[in-house]
């Protein structure tokens, strides 16, 4: 392997913090000349402390893989502000949305990570989540707190706060729908369970 180099490529550098969709935020630590298969070829080598992973990126697939600089101050304030909104979750059966969650962690976007934080977000006095819900909100206020506290320079417990701020603010969880952004098809309750309270609602109707 040839010596460690440490200059730019690609619009990124060593030392850099990035956000790598399917780990969160990283840190270039490095970037590295590897021959495969007779081809030179230039990676970026990035840590992330706190998963304890090292993950070697070739430089010429990060667009393709969506490694991204770190989100602006403006994007950050963006992604606050969605989670004092009301939370918006769709009719279908838990397991459908669970993929749709985990899909919107893993994009790496700062915008759909707090829109999951905002929809299985809970306070104190609401019904607490299921484990599979509490897994997934705690995976994306993990993703969202952690590019805060590098974007805004404040510690990770600092970060947390700073979103458990704004959540405070959001409109209580009701047993009542929402008005459908789209189809029709939202309401405000978190519960994987809900639809089943919904489909027994409406059979009572109907007696």
Do not use: C
């Not at 780990?23 to 270039?28: E, L, N, R, T, Y």
């Not at 519960?191 to 059979?203: I, L, R």
Request: aromatic share 4%; no cysteine; hydrophobic share 35%.
């Amino acid at each position: 392997m040839a010596a460690k180099k440490t200059v730019q490529r690609a619009g990124f550098k060593t030392n850099e913090h990035v956000v790598y969709p399917a780990h969160g935020v990283g840190q270039i630590t490095a970037i590295e000349e590897q021959e495969i298969a007779g081809m030179k070829m230039e990676l970026f080598v990035i840590n992330f402390e706190q998963d304890k992973l090292t993950l070697r990126v070739p430089v010429a697939k990060v667009k393709s893989v969506g490694m991204r600089k770190l989100a602006s101050d403006a994007d950050v304030a963006r992604a606050l502000k969605t989670v004092t909104g009301r939370a918006r979750v769709k009719r279908t059966m838990w397991s459908r949305r669970a993929q749709e969650y985990e899909a919107k962690i893993n994009s790496g976007d700062l915008d759909y990570i707090s829109e999951v934080v905002r929809d299985l977000y809970r306070s104190s006095d609401q019904p607490e989540q299921s484990y599979s819900e509490r897994q997934l909100f705690e995976q994306a206020m993990d993703r969202m707190s952690r590019e805060i506290s590098v974007v805004r320079k404040i510690t990770l417990t600092e970060a947390e706060q700073v979103i458990l701020k704004e959540l405070a603010k959001s409109p209580r969880r009701g047993a009542k729908a929402d008005v459908a952004e789209s189809d029709g098809s939202e309401t405000d309750a978190t519960d994987p369970a809900s639809e089943k309270t919904s489909t027994a609602s409406s059979k009572e109707a109907a007696a």
